[in-house]
């Protein structure tokens, strides 16, 4: 239901005609061609998010006055929105009305929801029962459009705004005595952006962290976010819109033939992980010495770290227009003594003590990354769009290739090997048990 304050709230917004909200004289509900311009009004709502039409309002955003409708009884002109919305509409939009009088005038509120299937169309010329023409129109920041092919071909495909989440799990594995990731054994790529910030760790942080495995994941978890922007340094260093090549072990990123205006974004000038506050580890220094300066990203977006301690760190990209929002969060699974993989400690680039065994050596901490993201519609710059949409692949390509254990898993060439073997050493245990 539609309140008065509702209606004075949207009377008084700078931008009156919003995204939500259009305007309309009554004449056009007494105007023969009407009936197209309220149906091409009501599906351009509809195909969007949803709106109202406030009919009786002049576009300077005033009332029309009092007594516009009562010419015919209020129920006759619902009466003729309801049959609009019903035989020049396919598939038909079922609108709510609500008559509201004010003391400076009269206003019809239609209310539209937002379409719950295929995108609704105005109905241009019949055949029998069966529609010959239609017209797709979308509710733009510019006002109402007819809808371009890829507009269209985006709601055909997707009934929400444009969107993503991609899932993916991440294992850190570290030496238990010395706080270090072990890079000479077989680890994701990923673990390579750990090595700056434990590589030079003090041993009294060392000390520290091992008195207390809560601090250790935590540790961990919060420099993560850091260590990816240590990947974003390698591969966006002079643009953001990049290609990645890949092929096997060998990777090759170069930029794309067009090229869009960049914002650096500067290593040196993002906060220290609140972990590092308690420790006597020189944050900015590690930056200085280990990291590249900057990375590039896209004109009007900012980046923003955020903790809560031992439980999440994540990383968000935002654009100021919201053109796009995305947001990686690496949430603390769990911690286990030993490595994830069973028997990977005992290959030949592994633990050279065979007769230590894994649980006294290695410790692995569990982290659920979520990768999501967020687009405006594409009101006019539909090559902007695609190319913010290529920015996110490039970063999933990123995510999926070099810091999903998973995948990771998968692609050794020995892995059904291990794990059969670390069955059969399962099989053994219970029968010797």
């Given at each position: ?9 949207i ?16 004449m ?13 009004e ?7 998010y ?28 619902k ?11 396919s ?5 709510t009305m609500?008559f ?8 019809l509120?239609?209310?539209i929801?937002?379409?719950?299937d295929?995108?609704h ?9 069966e529609?010959?023409?239609r ?24 009934l929400k705004e444009?969107g993503f989440?991609?899932k993916?799990?991440?294992i ?6 010395s ?8 680890q994701?790529?990923c673990?390579?952006n750990?090595?700056?910030f ?33 990947s ?17 072990y ?39 010495k ?16 955020e903790?809560?301690?031992g ?6 990209l ?8 995305f947001?990686?969060?690496?949430n ?8 994830d993989f ?10 050279e ?8 050596l290695?410790q ?5 990354g979520?990768?999501t ?14 190319d ?12 999926e ?12 060439p ?8 670390h ?11």
């Amino acid at each position: 239901m539609t309140t008065k304050n509702e209606i004075y709230r949207i009377l008084k917004n700078i931008d009156k005609e919003i995204l939500y909200v259009e305007f309309k004289k009554s004449m056009i509900l007494k105007n023969p061609n009407g009936k197209g311009k309220i149906a091409g009004e009501i599906i351009a709502f509809a195909n969007r998010y949803g709106g109202k039409i406030l009919i009786g309002i002049n576009n300077d955003g005033s009332f029309e006055g009092k007594g516009i409708f009562n010419d015919r009884s209020i129920d006759q002109y619902k009466n003729d929105i309801e049959n609009i919305c019903h035989n020049n509409i396919s598939p038909i939009v079922e609108c709510t009305m609500e008559f509201m009088q004010f003391s400076e005038g009269d206003v019809l509120v239609v209310n539209i929801p937002k379409r719950k299937d295929i995108p609704h169309a105005s109905i241009v010329s019949r055949e029998g029962t069966e529609i010959k023409n239609r017209i797709y129109r979308i509710r733009t920041s510019h006002g109402t459009r007819l809808a371009s092919d890829r507009q269209l071909q985006w709601m055909f495909a997707y009934l929400k705004e444009p969107g993503f989440i991609y899932k993916f799990g991440l294992i850190i594995n570290y030496f238990d005595d010395s706080i270090q990731i072990p890079y000479f054994i077989g680890q994701p790529k990923c673990s390579l952006n750990y090595l700056p910030f434990v590589q030079d760790l003090p041993k009294d942080d060392i000390k520290t962290l091992k008195k207390d495995m809560d601090k250790t994941h935590a540790f961990f978890l919060e420099i993560t976010p850091y260590a990816l922007i240590n990947s974003f340094v390698l591969y966006f260093r002079h643009s953001w819109l990049i290609e990645i090549e890949r092929h096997g072990y060998t990777i090759k990123s170069s930029l794309k033939t067009r090229q869009l205006n960049s914002k650096d974004i500067y290593v040196k000038d993002l906060s220290e992980p609140p972990i590092v506050s308690s420790l006597s580890l020189d944050f900015q220094k590690i930056v200085d010495k280990y990291i590249l300066p900057s990375f590039c990203v896209p004109l009007d977006t900012g980046l923003k770290i955020e903790h809560e301690s031992g439980k999440f760190s994540k990383l968000s990209l935002l654009h100021k227009n919201n053109d796009f929002n995305f947001s990686i969060t690496f949430n603390y699974s769990g911690m286990v003594r030993g490595m994830d993989f069973p028997d990977l400690d005992k290959s030949s680039m592994g633990n050279e003590n065979k007769d230590t065994k894994s649980e006294e050596l290695w410790q692995s901490i569990f982290i659920d990354g979520i990768f999501t993201g967020s687009f405006n519609f594409p009101d006019e710059d539909l090559e902007q769009f695609y190319d913010y949409k290529y920015y996110s692949d490039t970063i999933r390509d990123i995510l999926e290739n070099e810091w999903n254990w998973d995948r990771y898993i998968e692609k050794i060439p020995i892995y059904r090997t291990y794990v059969i073997d670390h069955k059969l050493d399962e099989i053994l245990k219970k029968l010797n048990d």
